[in-house]
C-alpha cells in the first residue's frame, strides 16, 4: 500500500510534460477521495459525552451529555411552535435543552443522553436540538416510581426528596388547558373542610383540557422544600397528570345575595338558577332584577330557534368568567363544559334551584309540597318538641347553599349528624321572625351517619368550637378524681376534659385499659360550669375505639403486636382479650 502511494505521488510531483495530464487527473481523483473520507468521519463521528459544568468551553460545537430529567415544557412561548424545553442535570450543573420536532418525552427522573449544539446567549448556556434522535434512552433508564399516599409525604416528606413519586388525590383549584407554572392544592379529600392532609403542586407545561377542581388526579414527581413559603412543593408536568373522569366533581351553586364571594370560583363551572333574558346579548336575571351575562352556545342557539328560552326560569350550568366587555361576571358554555350547553333542556327544576332564583314563586304556594335532598349542616339533638336547624347543598363550607328548616318532634333517642345526608318532604313559608324563608319538614329518611371527626389537642378551644354537638375522636388516658369524676387527660400534660364513659360498653376503663392512652370516640359538647362560671368541653357517652370488637382498644392492640382488625390474631378460635398465648398478662 505505501509503495502505491509513493507511486503516485511520485507521478504527482514529476515535472515531465507527457504526463501533465495525467497528474491532473489523479490529483482531481484523490482530492474527491479525501473528502468523502472527511464526509464520512464527520458523519459516523460520534460526539463526546461532556460535564454540564464544562459546556461553556464546547460554545458552538456538537456535544453530548447525560443526566436525569427534572423538569420539561411544551411549547414554552405559547406560539404554537413544535418545541420542548427539557432541563437536565448531570450532578455538576444543570442545563436548558432547547428541543424542536421532539419524539415522546419520558417521565420526571428517567436518565437520557441529549445530543445537541452548545449556545450562549448574554450569559446563559443551553443547548438546541432537533428531531426524535436528540434525545436517547431505553427501558433501564426510567425511573422507579414509588406510590405513596400524603399521608406518607406528610410524615417524613424529606424522605422521598429526590425520588420520583406517585400520589393520587383531589385538586384543590381549576386547572385551565393552556395554563403553564400553574399552582394548586392536592388533598386527600374533595372538600375542603374534610382535608387533613395537602400539598403543593407546580406544574408545569399544559394540561390539555380542563381540569375541573375537586377532579380525583394522579400526579407523578419529585417533592422539594420551598424556603421562600416554608413548604413542601410537588413538582410535576401539566400532560402527565392523570384525571379520573368517573370521580363526580362538586360544582358549586352561586348565591345571587353573595356576589362579592363569586371570585372564589373564578374559573370552575358553577350551577345558578334565574330567568334566562334573550336578545342581542343574552342575560339571566335573578331576584330584584340583578342580571349577569350569558354566553351561549351554539346548541343553546338552536334550542332558543326550536322554542322560545326568552323569560324562561332555567338552571344554567356553565364556566365563571369575568367578561372584561362588559365588566361583569358570565356564564360561559364555550369554556370547556362537560355537555356543551348552558340550558337545562328538561323542565324540572329543583327545590335549591327555585329557592336561588325564583322565592316569590314559593311564598305564594305555601300548600304545595316538595322534596328536597339535602346535607344537616349542625347536629340536631332529640327532642320532643319540633326544632329548627340548616340544611345545605353540599358538605364543603365554601359555597353552600343554606336554608332554614324546622324538623318534626322525634320519638326516638337518635341524633342528626352534621353532614348526614337527608330526603325530605317539605313545604315553603315564611318566617316572620328571621325575616327568611323556612322550609316545614313533614317526614324525612337519613342517610348514613358520617365517620368521626379527629380532634387533636393542638387545635385548641377555638377550633373545637366547630365540633361541638358532634362524635368525635380524641386521644388521651382516662383519669378518676377523688370525687369519681372521670377526665380524658392528654398524654404527658395536664391538659383535660370531662368525660362520661358509655356505660353500656364500657371498656376504656377497665384493668386492662388503665393507665394506657387510647383514642376515644363520644360526643363532644360544651357544658355550664357553675363553678368555673364558664363553659368546658364534655366527652359525653364515650369509649375507646375498639374496631374489631373483641374488648381491647386499637392502640392497645397495636402496642402489644396483635391485629386491631381481627378478633382473632393467631386464629386459635379464642379472641384476643380473652388469648393468653398472644395477648401478654397484666
Known amino acids: 500500500m505505501a509503495d502505491v502511494l509513493k507511486s503516485i505521488m511520485n507521478k504527482i510531483t514529476d515535472d ?12 482531481f481523483t484523490l482530492a474527491i477521495f479525501l473528502v468523502a473520507i472527511l464526509n464520512y468521519y464527520a458523519m459516523v463521528r460520534e460526539p463526546d459525552i461532556v460535564d454540564m459544568d464544562q459546556l461553556i468551553e464546547y460554545k458552538n460545537e456538537v456535544v453530548k451529555v447525560e443526566g436525569e430529567i427534572i423538569s420539561w415544557r411544551e411549547d414554552p412561548w405559547n406560539s404554537g411552535d413544535w418545541e420542548t424545553h427539557v432541563i437536565v442535570t448531570d450532578g455538576t450543573a444543570v442545563v436548558e435543552a432547547r428541543w424542536s420536532r421532539p419524539a415522546e418525552i419520558p417521565p420526571i427522573g428517567t436518565n437520557v443522553v441529549i445530543t445537541g449544539k452548545v449556545m450562549e446567549y448574554e450569559g446563559n448556556i443551553y443547548m438546541t436540538a432537533v428531531g426524535s434522535g436528540a434525545m436517547d434512552w431505553d427501558e433501564d433508564d426510567l425511573p422507579d416510581i414509588v406510590q405513596l399516599s400524603l399521608l406518607d409525604v406528610a410524615l417524613d416528606p424529606e424522605k422521598y426528596e429526590g425520588e420520583v413519586i406517585s400520589l393520587t388525590g383531589y385538586i384543590g383549584e381549576s386547572i385551565p388547558p393552556d395554563a403553564m407554572f400553574v399552582s394548586a392544592d392536592l388533598r386527600d379529600h374533595p372538600s375542603y373542610g374534610n382535608a387533613e392532609h395537602q400539598v403543593k403542586l407546580s406544574i408545569r407545561s399544559k394540561v390539555g383540557s380542563w381540569i375541573e377542581t375537586s377532579s380525583k388526579i394522579q400526579v407523578t414527581g419529585t417533592i422539594s422544600y420551598n424556603q421562600r413559603d416554608l413548604n413542601w412543593v410537588m413538582s410535576v408536568q401539566g400532560p402527565e397528570i392523570l384525571v379520573d ?24 363551572l358553577v350551577n345558578i338558577a334565574g330567568y334566562v333574558m334573550v336578545g342581542e346579548e343574552w342575560s339571566l336575571r335573578g331576584p330584584g332584577g340583578v342580571t349577569i351575562c350569558l354566553k351561549p352556545s351554539a346548541i343553546d342557539l338552536a334550542a332558543n330557534e326550536n322554542a322560545s328560552l326568552n323569560n324562561e326560569f ?14 361583569s361576571w358570565c356564564v360561559d358554555a364555550s369554556e370547556g363544559t362537560p355537555t356543551g350547553n348552558l340550558i337545562n333542556s328538561e323542565d324540572v327544576v329543583d327545590l335549591l334551584s327555585l329557592l336561588s332564583g325564583d322565592p316569590i314563586r314559593l311564598i305564594d304556594q305555601p300548600n304545595t309540597r316538595y322534596t328536597v335532598n ?17 340544611l345545605v ?33 317539605v313545604s315553603v313559608t315564611w318566617d316572620d321572625t328571621n325575616m327568611a324563608i323556612r322550609l316545614m319538614i313533614h317526614d324525612y329518611q337519613l342517610g348514613d351517619v358520617p365517620e368521626a371527626k379527629n380532634l387533636l389537642w393542638d387545635e385548641g378551644a377555638s377550633q373545637w368550637g366547630y365540633s361541638r354537638s358532634q362524635m368525635v375522636n380524641l386521644p388521651g388516658i382516662a383519669v378518676q378524681d377523688d370525687d369519681g369524676q372521670w377526665w380524658l387527660q392528654r398524654d404527658g400534660s395536664n391538659q ?4 362520661s364513659p358509655n356505660n353500656n360498653t364500657i371498656i376504656g376503663t377497665d384493668s386492662y385499659h388503665s393507665g394506657y392512652s387510647h383514642v376515644w370516640n363520644g360526643r363532644m359538647m360544651e357544658v355550664a360550669d357553675p363553678e368555673m362560671i364558664a363553659t368546658v368541653y364534655h366527652l359525653i357517652n364515650a ?17 402489644y403486636g396483635t391485629n386491631p382488625y381481627n378478633v382473632d390474631t393467631d386464629g ?3 379472641n384476643d382479650r380473652d388469648d393468653n398465648d398472644t395477648y401478654p398478662d397484666y
Not at 16 to 27: E, F, H, I, K, S
Not at 394 to 399: A, N, V
Not at 496 to 499: A, C, D, E, F
Open 496 to 499: 383535660s376534659i370531662r368525660l
Open 374 to 390: 339535602a346535607f344537616v349542616r349542625y347536629a340536631i339533638e332529640p327532642s320532643v318538641e319540633d326544632v329548627s336547624g340548616w
Open 393 to 425: 347543598d353540599k358538605i364543603d363550607y365554601r359555597g353552600q347553599t343554606k336554608i332554614y328548616a324546622t324538623f318534626p318532634a322525634q320519638t326516638s333517642t337518635q341524633w342528626i349528624e352534621a353532614g348526614q345526608a337527608i330526603t325530605a318532604n
Open 543 to 559: 369509649d375507646v375505639v375498639d374496631t374489631d370488637g373483641d374488648g381491647l382498644s386499637d392502640n392497645l392492640e397495636s402496642l
Open 245 to 268: 373522569r368517573n370521580h363526580p366533581v362538586d360544582i358549586i351553586r352561586l348565591n345571587w345575595g353573595e356576589e362579592a364571594t363569586w371570585s372564589y370560583q373564578s374559573g370552575n
Open 572 to 574: 386459635d378460635g379464642e
Open 314 to 327: 332555567r338552571d344554567i350550568q356553565g364556566r365563571l368568567m369575568w367578561s372584561e366587555a362588559d365588566s
Open 16 to 27: 515531465d510534460p507527457a504526463t501533465r495530464g495525467q497528474q491532473l487527473w489523479v490529483m
